[in-house]
């Protein structure tokens, strides 16, 4: 079982920035497939960005130029650095995890993130 502890949501003004940290247990981190989503309200839940085992990396149109994955594989965690931010960013951002070695999905808990205007 893999636990996923994210941190880093809050409240921002526009054109601000925040980074989000999602730290995970287990020694398959380094072989697994990382991704953030969000969920505004009232809508589907949608992939912002996924960075994969070897450090690719792929992005929502919504956050290209604006939003930056990266991970730490010796501390277990991924980010997501997000810049320019705008009202239409606000949602709640889960952290998923896609196992290299059972290739189950595992979530975050969820943080809020709230841009005003």
């Known amino acids: 079982q893999v636990q996923l502890v994210e941190s880093g949501g809050g409240l921002v003004q526009a054109g601000g920035s925040l980074r989000l940290s999602c730290a995970a247990s287990g020694s398959a981190f380094r072989i697994s497939t990382m991704a953030w989503y969000r969920q505004a309200p009232g809508k589907q839940r949608e992939l912002v960005a996924v960075i994969t085992a070897g450090g690719s990396t792929n992005y929502a149109d919504s956050a290209k130029g604006r939003f930056t994955i990266s991970r730490d594989n010796a501390k277990n965690t991924v980010h997501l650095q997000m810049n320019s931010l705008e009202p239409g960013d606000t949602a709640v951002y889960y952290c998923?995890?896609?196992?290299?070695?059972?290739?189950?999905?595992?979530w975050g808990q969820g943080t809020q993130v709230t841009v005003s205007s």
């Open positions: 998923k995890y896609i196992s290299g070695l059972s290739r189950m999905d595992y």
